[in-house]
């Protein structure tokens, strides 16, 4: 086994404790909000109670596709099941989604009969305890983001990163409701709650189409990983340089020029040390290279024979 595929096994370790830590935070969540949500009649703790419902269904379809997307290639999927991630990250958006139409619809039913709160200071604890559980899980959730560019564990912890405000709205609506005596203030908090996550789910979605749809890197990222190609005195040029990503993975390809005079064991050499020198600054991509003779054109397509080196050139010379 290779360094390459060891690491990576590590990092799909890593991102399934994370989902674990994830469920159990959303099982103690549901059952302490179920409770608290019973005896105060709260809509905004109504809404999060739901929240938590939603995001203990969502955790376990983390928990899935980053199993899932840990699979190792076969026959029927040369590339990995990486793209399982971002169909988990799909689910959570379509379930914030259909919650946040379901507090928004129940808020605006209590904005005209609002029901005064019971137990607010139940509420109060319960929400606080809730952001506290919440907190470490966010913090052990940035780590392991940071650790393997989860997609899936990334939008699983957009959602408790709202969690965090949400609850924080439950304890002024109940504060406010209880102690200030403005009965709708409840209702019009839940409303907001909906409105946030239904913000939360139009930016979680984009990324998980985004990586549906293999689009490129960031800008950034590609010149990067550009500059230490180039940096081979045998590379003479980069065209069709197309990159994606999958999962906890990312892939590149590109065709790099060398001396049309070169011999092929010689040009073999000078790939297999660029390929080295990429692994080394950039473990998680997977790269494959085509070598082209210097001058030689694969295609009229303008995107295609594109040379991104012209400037790396120039601050070579």
């Known amino acids: 086994m290779t360094e390459t595929e ?5 990092l799909n370790s890593v991102a399934a404790r994370a989902a674990l830590a994830s ?7 549901l059952c302490l909000k179920g409770y608290a949500a019973l005896t105060t009649n709260s809509v905004a703790l109504l809404g999060s109670l739901a929240d938590s419902g939603l995001d203990l269904l969502a955790s376990l379809v983390t928990l899935y596709g980053v199993r899932l997307a840990a699979t190792p290639a076969d026959h029927d999927h040369r590339f990995g099941h990486g793209k399982a991630e971002a169909l988990a990250a799909l689910f959570q958006v379509a379930l914030v989604t259909a919650s946040a139409l379901a ?7 209590a904005l005209g009969d609002p029901a005064p709160v019971a137990d607010a200071e139940l509420g109060i604890a319960v929400s606080v305890a809730a952001i506290a559980a919440t907190v470490a899980l966010v913090a052990y959730q940035k780590r392991i983001i940071a650790a393997t560019g989860s997609l899936a564990v990334q939008a699983d912890s957009l959602h408790y990163q709202g969690d965090i405000l949400l609850n924080l709205s439950v304890i002024v609506a109940l504060v406010l409701d209880r102690y200030v005596g403005l009965p709708g203030a409840d209702a019009l908090f ?46 003479r040029g980069i065209h069709d340089f197309r990159t994606r990503r999958s999962g906890t993975r990312d892939f590149a390809q590109f065709h790099m020029n060398v001396d049309r005079d070169m011999t092929v064991a010689a040009a073999h050499d000078v790939v297999e040390a660029v390929e080295d020198a990429l692994h080394r600054a950039f473990p998680r991509v997977e790269v494959l290279i085509h070598l082209d003779p210097e001058g030689h054109s694969d295609t009229d397509d303008p995107l295609v024979e594109e040379d991104v080196t012209p400037h790396w050139f120039r601050k070579r010379a």
């Open 23 to 29: 469920v159990a935070t959303a099982i103690f969540l």
């Open 190 to 235: 839940g409303i907001a709650i909906a409105g946030w996550l239904g913000f939360g789910a139009f930016k979680a979605s984009a990324q998980a189409i985004d990586q549906l749809m293999d689009k490129e890197w960031p800008e950034d990222d590609r010149q990067r990983y550009i500059a230490v190609a180039v940096s081979n005195p045998d590379v």
């Open 6 to 10: 060891k690491r990576r096994i590590l």
């Open 103 to 109: 507090i928004g619809w129940r808020g605006f039913s």
